[in-house]
């Protein structure tokens, strides 16, 4: 009886691999989804950044800093957010989550408000009407 049982295995399965005898060929791979490139961070945009004189929509092109990124020649600063320097303590985590948000939508449409150095502070909005900076606050959170 014992034997039977084997040989009853053994058939069935042969006959669910098509009767070969081979082994199974393993099922396809799935697909990975899509991953979006990251943004390369930048020490700055441009020596002498343009000023929008109105709200302005761009691609973000560059990330600086946990706080500040780049459309195009212009270098933006968030208004109403602010990060770690690059260098201190949770600043990559902040840089890198920037880089993350702005790669997943980098179309922008940003506001500016005033100037602070050579940077443009400033309003942005994803593609889905998300502000940048609550963004980033669901990212680190």
């Known amino acids: 009886m014992r034997i039977f049982t084997s040989l009853a295995s053994a058939l069935a ?51 600086i800093d ?16 602010s990060a770690p320097e690059w260098d201190e303590p949770g600043g990559p985590e902040a840089r890198e989550a920037l880089r993350a948000v702005l790669s997943a939508s980098p179309e922008l449409a940003c506001e500016g408000f005033a100037r602070s150095y050579d940077r443009v502070l400033a309003e942005c909005r994803t593609g889905d009407g ?3 900076e609550a963004a980033l606050r669901k990212a680190l959170a």
Do not use: N
């Open 130 to 132: 998300q502000l940048v």
């Open 66 to 81: 946990g706080d500040s990124f780049c459309i195009g020649d212009i270098e933006v600063r968030l208004r109403r957010y």
């Open 13 to 63: 399965l042969a006959a669910c691999a098509g009767g070969g005898g081979g082994p199974l060929a393993p099922p396809p791979a799935l697909p990975e989804p899509p991953q979006a490139a990251l943004l390369p961070v930048v020490g700055d945009c441009s020596p002498d950044d343009p000023v929008p004189d109105a709200p302005w929509q761009g691609a973000a092109t560059a990330v």
